[in-house]
């Protein structure tokens, strides 16, 4: 059975950092494609925003505007981990952090829906604030 499981949320204040982990069972995460999505408070019947993601099997990384230049997406492989490394936190990146593997070969892996009902994570909770 699949698991992914995040962990590393926590309450940070403005300008900090944090780094969050996805771990997995039942599946090799060097082999898929990982993304890192998030969704704030209050928005749960949007759709969970991309963040970072990377190709499976040493393929690239795309971030989204947001992320880029504050958050980092990496592996390791082998403890089947993958994390997301975020520095100079805003108020605006409270949310709620999801991880998920899958099939993605290009930037669309930072589309929620290129990824498997089931491989995801329940998330972590991120909070920004003074």
């Known amino acids: 059975q699949v698991q992914l499981v995040e962990s590393g949320g926590d309450l940070v204040q403005p300008g900090g950092s944090l780094r969050l982990s996805c771990a997995a069972s039942?599946?090799?995460?060097?082999?898929?494609?990982i993304g890192w999505f998030r969704q704030a408070p209050g928005k749960e019947r949007e759709a969970r925003a991309g963040?970072?993601?990377?190709?499976?099997?040493?393929?690239?990384?795309y971030w989204t505007d947001s992320a880029k230049g504050r958050f980092t997406i990496s592996r390791d492989n082998d403890n089947n981990v993958v994390y997301l490394q975020m520095n100079d936190l805003r108020p605006q990146d409270t949310a709620v952090y999801y991880c998920a593997a899958g099939g993605a070969t290009t930037n669309n892996c930072l589309l929620e829906r290129y990824y498997p009902k089931n491989y995801w994570g329940k998330g972590t909770l991120v909070t920004v604030s003074s």
């Open positions: 039942g599946l090799t995460l060097e082999n898929y494609a």
């Open positions: 963040i970072t993601c990377v190709l499976g099997r040493g393929g690239r990384t």
